[in-house]
């Protein structure tokens, strides 16, 4: 069955890297509608003008801002399934603009739960990020914020049907203002790429599996639940390597002339990210190829008889400390698929 013929789909913040690739695959199941909200006029209109709408009828592109909820609000009239994608997520930005992170990843999405409520939704999904375990930074709190707040409306929703869930990311590689294309413009254009510590590691995925992972989780979700998907850890120093190796190929670059400078931790940043906390692990179960990470406030019966056919997670906290890196041809086969050089 093709669980998003046919509905009428709002995807906020859906001119980003992750939005685009969401809508590319969404185009391929069919549904009545899809509605792109975000506030980049520019963005908008290259989008528009891109094939893929080109070729699709049934899209509608809305300006607008997730933190004004009367616009929100409307978006949402007659929608069956909701992304939440927008979101500040740099974590300099957020560090030093809080109370406009805030606005966004913590009073957005309280808009969104609202609107939903309201229009007797069926679905929304927020996307979180692995910073918002034990977290070091602004931005990682505002997204531990929104993860509650997602769980807390499953269980305060009085009648409507909506089911609230999380899916928590790390890295996307590729994504705007991520360091693969960071690391690119610099070679080109100076012939240098800044790292912060040779020694961080990170959970890293691609579009396509973040993609991947948001549409499953809307089909087989029950409400309340958060799902993280099992990510590789890359060692920087092995992906800055990969990527100087790469760019210096392409645009037949001397790579033995581009240097990299250690510029050490920027604030609010970690050596290295969790998927999911010790606590975290005691109400969670191991889907495979994620993991689902129930409330702690959970009616154990309930989601014991949703996932009888798997196995409860191993007791611990999930680190990239703790992971097995990726050798550096493995992060090269990566970066090639999603054709990021």
Do not use: W
């Not at 049934?58 to 399934?81: H, P």
């Amino acid at each position: 069955m093709n669980f998003f013929k046919g509905k009428k789909i709002l995807v906020i913040g859906g001119t980003g890297t992750i939005g685009t690739g969401l809508i590319k695959e969404l185009i391929k199941e069919n549904p009545k509608v899809i509605r792109v909200f975000s506030r980049d006029e520019y963005k908008q209109f290259e989008m528009q003008n891109s094939p893929i709408v080109r070729d699709y009828n049934n899209f509608r592109f809305l300006i607008g801002d997730v933190r004004d909820y009367e616009r929100v609000e409307r978006a949402m009239s007659g929608i069956d399934i909701v992304f939440n994608l927008a979101a500040m997520k740099h974590v300099g930005s957020c560090e030093y603009n809080p109370t406009e992170a805030i606005k966004t990843n913590v009073d957005g999405v309280e808009n969104v739960i609202k609107a939903a409520v309201k229009h007797n939704v069926e679905c929304v999904l927020f996307t979180s990020s692995d910073k918002s375990i034990n977290p070091t930074n602004t931005y990682g709190a505002t997204k531990m914020l929104g993860e509650k707040l997602m769980q807390a409306a499953n269980y305060s929703k009085g009648g409507v049907k909506t089911r609230f869930i999380a899916v928590r990311f790390g890295n996307v590689m590729g994504s705007r203002g991520s360091v693969i294309p960071l690391f690119k413009k610099q070679i080109l254009e100076g012939n240098r790429i800044t790292i912060t510590d040779p020694s961080m590691s990170r959970f890293m995925m691609t579009v396509s599996q973040a993609t991947k992972l948001m549409m499953k989780s809307c089909e087989i979700a029950n409400g309340g639940e958060l799902f993280v998907l099992k990510m590789p850890v890359i060692n920087l120093k092995d992906l800055a390597e990969v990527v100087i190796e790469e760019t210096s190929k392409r645009y037949e670059i001397d790579k033995d002339n581009v240097h990299i400078d250690i510029i050490g931790i920027r604030p609010g940043e970690k050596l290295y990210e969790e998927l999911m906390t010790m606590e975290e692990s005691h109400y969670s179960k191991d889907l495979g190829d994620m993991y689902v990470v129930f409330p702690t406030t959970y009616n154990k019966a309930y989601f014991e008889k949703c996932y009888k056919d798997f196995k409860l997670c191993r007791i611990g906290n999930y680190t990239s400390k703790d992971y097995d890196q990726i050798d550096k041809e493995q992060v090269r086969n990566m970066i090639k698929e999603e054709r990021l050089i």
